[in-house]
C-alpha cells in the first residue's frame, strides 16, 4: 500500500493542525495505521495508531491529551488532530501501516509515507 502524508506546516504554541494520510489503492482497510514523529536528531517516537476499522486507538500517553487520531474508511484517510501544540511537538510526522494492532515499534510497520513537517514556534 502507498501512503501519503500530508497537513504540516508552521504553526505557533497553542495552534492546531490536522494531518491526513491516504492511499489510493483498496487494501489501505487492511492495515492498522500509525503516525510517528522524528525530530531533529532524535529517534523516530510512536504517536498514535488506529485499528483497521477505526474502532481501537492507541496513543503515546504523553499526547493522548491532545491529538486524536480518526479514520474515514470510505476516503481511504487517516487523520491525526493535534492541539495544544507546542515547540517540542516539532518533528517530521510519518503514517506507516501495519498488520497487527497495538505494535508501537517503527521496525513493525511495513509501509510509510513520505513525512510531513510540523514547526511549532514559540
Known amino acids: 500500500v502507498q501512503l501519503q502524508a500530508c497537513g504540516g506546516g508552521s504553526v505557533q504554541a497553542g495552534g492546531s493542525l490536522t494531518l491526513s494520510c491516504t492511499a489510493s489503492?483498496?487494501?489501505?482497510?487492511?492495515?492498522?495505521i500509525g503516525w510517528f514523529r522524528q525530530a531533529p536528531g532524535k529517534e523516530r517516537e510512536f504517536v498514535a495508531s488506529?485499528?483497521?476499522?477505526?474502532?481501537?486507538?492507541q496513543y503515546l500517553d504523553s499526547l493522548k491529551d491532545r491529538f486524536t487520531i480518526s479514520r474515514d474508511v470510505v476516503k481511504n484517510t487517516v487523520f491525526l488532530q493535534m492541539n495544544s501544540l507546542k515547540p517540542e511537538d516539532t518533528a517530521i510526522y510519518y503514517c506507516?501501516?501495519?498488520?497487527?494492532?497495538?505494535?508501537?515499534?517503527?521496525?513493525?510497520?511495513?509501509?510509510w509515507g513520505q513525512g510531513t513537517e510540523v514547526t511549532v514556534s514559540s
Open positions: 506507516a501501516a501495519a498488520r497487527d494492532f497495538g505494535v508501537v515499534s517503527w521496525n513493525k510497520y511495513e509501509y
Open positions: 489503492d483498496r487494501t489501505f482497510s487492511n492495515y492498522v
Open positions: 488506529i485499528s483497521k476499522m477505526g474502532g481501537s486507538t
